[in-house]
């Protein structure tokens, strides 16, 4: 497997460099949600076209990680679905949107996984759960109300897409994700409570958001439904970020 970035994503996929020799994974470019940096976005188009050139010309296969934040698919009425509508809902999920196109376009075989939130250490400072955490610590933290984030541990999130490309290639567009949403305030509640602190809200009101469908992943991946997802699998991701990264004079509860 060639990775292509340098990232905390990319990182978390080195385990499996020695595997899916015929696959290139595009693990590069914007990493922030909330990011409207049109020359960011500019240079992951270029590397994303430089890379889809050479996967056409070794015959390789490639994966290209989209989200499945409601900046993808916007305040719809229902589940995100990967065979359904989307409504970018800021300029990440716009570029995301696009960026897919140029995949379908471009020829090589090819996988679009739509990513979760992932989780672990090690992660940028600007990413949803450090940026959290931070918040929380310094004892004053801003809530979108009616917001929600699935997050999957990105050990998970490997073995899933180990088990993904070890089918060959099931090709199209995969919500990879564990298919709980939980409420940002929900979050904040637990990370002050293994904090033993508590922050000052500032709330500010959002459209609601739904969780993403993962019928299409458990059908690929039957070993989905034996991984732990469920309501409270976000505490225990929490817990052992935490746990893997606490400071010095931390004591966890």
């Known amino acids: 497997m060639q990775i292509v970035g340098r990232g ?16 290139v994974v595009f693990a590069a470019g914007v990493s922030s949600g909330t990011s409207q940096a049109d020359a960011g976005f500019a240079r992951e188009a270029e590397l994303l076209y430089d890379t889809l050139a050479d996967c056409r010309r070794g015959g390789r296969r490639l994966v290209y990680f989209s989200t499945s934040s409601a900046g993808l698919y916007g ?10 509508p989307v409504r970018p809902a800021s300029p990440y999920g716009r570029h995301k949107l696009a960026m897919e196109e140029v ?27 450090p940026a959290l955490t931070a918040q929380v610590r310094a004892g004053r ?11 999957i541990d990105v050990r998970d999130a490997v073995r899933l ?14 919500n990879l994700a564990t298919g709980w949403s939980v409420p940002v305030a929900d979050v904040v ?14 709330v500010v009101e959002v459209p609601p958001e739904h969780p993403v469908c993962t019928e299409r992943l458990r059908h690929l991946v039957p070993a989905a439904d034996r991984m732990g997802f469920g309501p409270h699998y976000y505490r225990r991701v929490i817990d ?3 746990a893997r990264t606490r400071r010095p004079e931390e004591t966890l509860r």
């Open 161 to 174: 897409i180990d088990a993904l490309l070890a089918l060959g290639s099931p090709g199209g567009v995969v």
């Open 75 to 84: 305040a719809l009425p229902r589940s995100g679905r990967e065979d359904g």
């Open 189 to 202: 509640a637990h990370l002050e409570l293994r904090l033993g602190v508590r922050a000052l809200r500032q």
């Open 240 to 242: 052992d970020c935490l």
């Open 103 to 129: 995949v379908r376009g471009c020829g090589p075989d090819h996988l679009i996984l739509r990513l979760a939130y992932p989780v672990g250490p090690a992660q940028r400072p600007h990413q949803f759960l």
């Open 141 to 151: 933290v801003r809530i979108h109300q009616g917001a929600r984030r699935d997050l």
């Open 8 to 23: 905390f994503l990319a990182r978390s996929l080195r385990p499996l460099a020695a595997r899916h020799p015929d696959t």
